[in-house]
């Protein structure tokens, strides 16, 4: 099973940020967490990854709280090409597998 | 941006029958993964490919399920004698190394396969 866990749902406007939560309480110190998503049914894109520190990339941000139990993905101007499927993973920076939940389906409203 | 490239896009098959899917993996990459969603489910990890044998596997990847990197270029996922229950959507994905360490999984668009 999923080590973390997400809102099933949420919308957001187009052109408003949207923060996605998602808990993992039970993360190892040498887990990192990424977050990918899933436009309809293609497969699983990358979106950003980190293990304590806030990270951001072209593509969004990615804030962790300090006793790294959660974290918020942030897309910083939603469009409508960002209604997905998010998932948040904790996993070790490695080749290790990864275990997906049933993430979050942003849904964003024009 | 380098790909994971997937074929073919949609495969159906006779029950009982063998497929392969074949995907090849960005250039330069070293861990190579199959995964499976079945319709309206979760994506599951299917197998972890390194160093020209199988680092780890599922319980769903039984005798049934092969995979094989034939000419250092393609990564395949043989299923020997299908079954309606294996009608779902595959993906493959790659992992490669940088300077900090492992970089994460890219995945293909998949291989959507209909067993009849």
């Known amino acids: 099973d999923a080590k973390t866990t997400q809102p099933t749902s949420m919308d957001c406007a187009e052109g408003r940020a949207a923060n996605l939560p998602c808990n993992h309480s039970?993360?190892?110190?040498?887990?990192?967490v990424y977050w990918y998503r899933q436009i309809h049914s293609q497969g699983p894109q990358y979106i950003i990854h980190?293990?304590?520190n806030n990270e951001t990339n072209e593509m969004a941000s990615l804030i962790i709280t300090e006793d790294r139990k959660s974290s918020t993905l942030i897309l910083p101007h939603a469009t409508l090409r960002d209604t997905a499927v998010y998932y948040c993973?904790?996993?070790?920076?490695?080749?290790?597998?990864?275990?997906f939940g049933t993430g979050t389906r942003l849904t964003i409203i024009p | 941006e380098p790909e994971v490239t997937q074929t073919p896009s949609h495969q159906v098959t006779q029950m009982g029958q063998e497929v392969i899917l074949r995907c090849v993996p960005i250039?330069?990459?070293?861990?190579f993964y199959w995964y499976r969603q079945i319709l309206g489910q979760k994506v599951e990890f299917l197998v972890s490919?390194?160093?020209?044998?199988?680092?780890?596997k599922s319980e769903i990847f039984d005798d049934q399920f092969s995979v094989e990197r034939p000419d250092g270029s393609n990564f395949t996922l043989k299923i020997r004698s299908t079954k309606l229950e294996d009608s779902a959507m595959y993906f493959c994905?790659?992992?490669?190394?940088?300077?900090?360490?492992?970089?994460?999984?890219?995945f293909g668009d998949g291989t959507r396969l209909s067993i009849l």
């Open positions: 980190g293990l304590k």
């Open positions: 994905a790659s992992q490669g190394q940088g300077a900090r360490g492992n970089q994460p999984q890219h």
């Open positions: 250039s330069n990459h070293l861990y």
């Open positions: 490919f390194y160093n020209n044998e199988i680092s780890e």
């Open positions: 993973i904790s996993s070790r920076f490695g080749n290790e597998k990864l275990t």
């Open positions: 039970t993360i190892s110190g040498n887990e990192y």
